[in-house]
Each structure stands twice: as structure tokens, then as C-alpha cells.
């Protein structure tokens, strides 16, 4: 019977972990095999995940790879990538793995990378690490244009409806994480298309893990995306906006009421009433050919003044509000050493 190998992580704090790879596998063909063969000895297990590919990936890797770490999964439909890495996370998961790296197909993410992605993770300084490719300044200036636009955009709206404020680049794919955290998650509530690295950024905030940024570099080939962000922008600005709303409700009035709520509610009644008061009369204003007078001009940006006080404030709250602690086991009982009762 086949069985997952303990093997150490050179420069890691953790050498008894059980580490796998999950590779999503849908028009990879060209390249599946070098990546495959390019992963390191410290990876236990390898899970390619043939996503109805209609070059039968999967049917190649396992004519061809020799790699006994390999095991392939086939989907009888096309699931989008999220749909793959999902069923690559259940096979990780029920196989024993602590840790989990995530690894496209196209060869556009070095598995030479792998120890450096997982460090975070295994030194318990994160429950999910993902790489971002905006750290560098000169890997910024690789990036295609459309791709440095539309993920600066992306990221913005990622940080509103995860809560990661210190987070960039969230639609990187190579991401490593603990199998606390894929224990805490629901697949069921996470997107399985083109949103799914946002989605599992906002259901690990749901779940107060822990999420690092590791500085990488992007390799730009002959790869051809799937992902057309001009045409994915709007769904992806309409679901941010969804969780947004859902996480600003269930963490700051449903799970708890703070000092931040009363400043996000008074903020934003303030600012609401003096910006149509303030429409309002300026319409009046030009209408009628009178000049507003002082008290009113006060009535109307009083408020605002308050309002975009209180709200910033508010902000500054969420920011500091960034989950700090793993949630993944901090020391097991075997960490425990026994203590002799004195005479």
C-alpha cells in the first residue's frame, strides 16, 4: 500500500510535516511533465487533477510520468480551477498531508519556489502563504500591462472584502496551507471558477487564519491564460462588494459590537445626511439665484466632516483588526515535557 513519506524541508522548523502538491491540469499538456519533474524530494505527494481536459492531460501524465509521488484525479466536467484544486485538497487531506502547495500547470510558477512558499506555514508564522509578484519592482516592469492593471485593481477590492489589508497580487495561484485551515473551511462556499483564490482568502478570513505575502517572481512564456480580466472585472467588483458587505455585517454586528460599529454607523449617517442636504440645497441654491447662507453651508459639511472622521477611523480599526494568531496547532502533546512533582 502506498504510503506518504515524512520528509524534512531544508531550512524548515518543522521536518516531520507531510507536505503535497496539487496541481490543477486543464490545456497544460505542453508543460505538465517539467513541472512534475522539476518538484523537489521534500514533496510527499503530487495530485494532478485532469479537470475534463480535452487534451487528456491526465491520460498523458500517467502514460508517461515515472514519478511515484504522482496519483491522478479526472473530472468527468469541467470544474473551473477552483473545482480542481478543491479535489486536489480532499485527496491531500484524506492521504495525511499537513500542508498543501497549490502549483499551475503551465509552468508559469517555479517548483523550485515550493520551500519558499511553505516557510511561512511550516514555521507557524501562517495558516496560507501566497506568493506576490508586485514585491519587486523589477518583476512589476515583466508584467504584462493588462495583468499589472487589473491585479492592482483586484487587489483593492480584495483587501475590502477579506479583511487582509496587508495582503497584494490575490489572484497569485501559488499559495501553500495548512491542513487546519482547509479544515475550517466549507468548499461548499467557495467559488470554484476564476474567483476562487479571492473566495478562499475571504472563507480563511471568516475563519481568522493567518495569511502571508512571499515575495516571488512570475515567469511569463508561452502559456496562454484562461483569464480574461477585462471581461472578469465586473464579476469579480459585483462579489467583492457581496462579501464586503456580508463580512462588514457579520464581524462588526453580528459576531460583535464595538466602538468600530458605532463609528461605521454614525459615519456613515453623518456623511449620507450631509451629502444629500447638501445636494439638496446647492440645487436650491441654483435654482433660485440665492446664495446659501452660512448656517446652511455648516449644516451640510459639518456632517460630511464628521462623517469621513468617524469612517477613517473606523478603518483604522478594520486594519488593526487583521488576524494575528495561527489558527493551525501551535505545539502538540508531544512538545509537552512531563513535569516530576517535587518531594
Wanted: proline share 6%.
Amino acid at each position: 500500500m502506498w504510503q506518504p513519506r515524512h520528509v524534512p524541508l531544508p531550512g524548515s522548523t518543522r521536518p516531520d510535516q507531510i507536505l503535497a502538491v496539487v496541481i490543477p491540469s486543464y490545456r497544460v499538456k505542453a508543460h505538465v511533465l517539467d513541472v512534475i519533474a522539476r518538484i523537489g524530494p521534500e514533496i510527499a505527494m503530487i495530485f494532478v487533477v485532469d479537470d475534463a481536459c480535452p487534451d487528456g492531460s491526465g491520460r498523458f501524465v500517467e502514460a508517461e510520468c515515472r514519478d511515484k509521488r504522482v496519483r491522478v484525479i479526472f473530472h468527468e466536467k469541467n470544474r473551473g480551477v477552483g473545482g480542481a484544486v478543491i479535489s486536489g485538497y480532499r485527496a491531500a487531506l484524506a492521504a495525511g498531508a499537513d500542508i498543501v502547495v497549490k502549483v499551475d500547470g503551465d509552468g508559469q510558477m517555479d517548483p523550485a519556489l515550493i520551500p519558499h512558499i511553505a516557510r511561512p506555514v511550516l514555521a507557524r508564522q501562517a495558516d496560507y502563504a501566497k506568493g506576490n509578484r508586485f514585491h519587486s519592482l523589477w518583476n512589476v516592469r515583466k508584467m504584462p500591462r493588462v495583468r499589472l492593471y487589473g491585479n492592482a485593481g483586484l487587489s483593492f477590492m480584495t483587501k475590502l472584502s477579506s479583511g487582509y489589508w496587508g495582503i497584494f497580487d490575490p489572484t497569485n495561484g501559488y499559495t501553500a496551507i495548512h491542513a487546519a485551515a482547509l479544515n475550517s473551511i466549507e468548499f461548499a462556499n467557495v467559488s470554484e471558477r476564476y474567483f476562487f483564490e479571492t473566495d478562499m482568502l475571504i472563507n480563511l478570513g471568516n475563519a481568522r487564519a493567518v495569511v502571508a505575502d512571499v515575495p516571488m517572481e512570475a515567469v511569463y512564456g508561452d502559456e496562454v491564460s484562461n483569464l480574461h480580466i477585462r471581461k472578469e472585472l465586473w464579476h469579480f467588483f459585483a462579489k467583492n462588494m457581496r462579501e464586503l458587505t456580508k463580512r462588514i455585517f457579520y464581524t462588526y454586528f453580528l459576531r460583535d459590537f464595538s466602538p468600530a460599529s458605532l463609528q461605521l454607523l454614525f459615519g456613515a449617517i453623518f456623511l449620507i445626511f450631509g451629502t444629500i442636504y447638501g445636494a439638496v440645497q446647492w440645487a436650491h441654491s441654483v435654482s433660485s439665484g440665492e446664495v446659501a447662507s452660512t448656517g446652511t453651508v455648516m449644516i451640510a459639511v459639518l456632517p460630511i466632516i464628521l462623517g469621513v472622521q468617524f469612517l477613517l477611523n473606523f478603518l483604522s480599526f478594520d486594519m488593526a483588526n487583521e488576524p494575528r494568531v495561527p489558527i493551525q496547532p501551535t505545539f502538540s502533546l508531544a512538545d509537552i515535557v512531563p513535569h516530576e512533582p517535587q518531594p
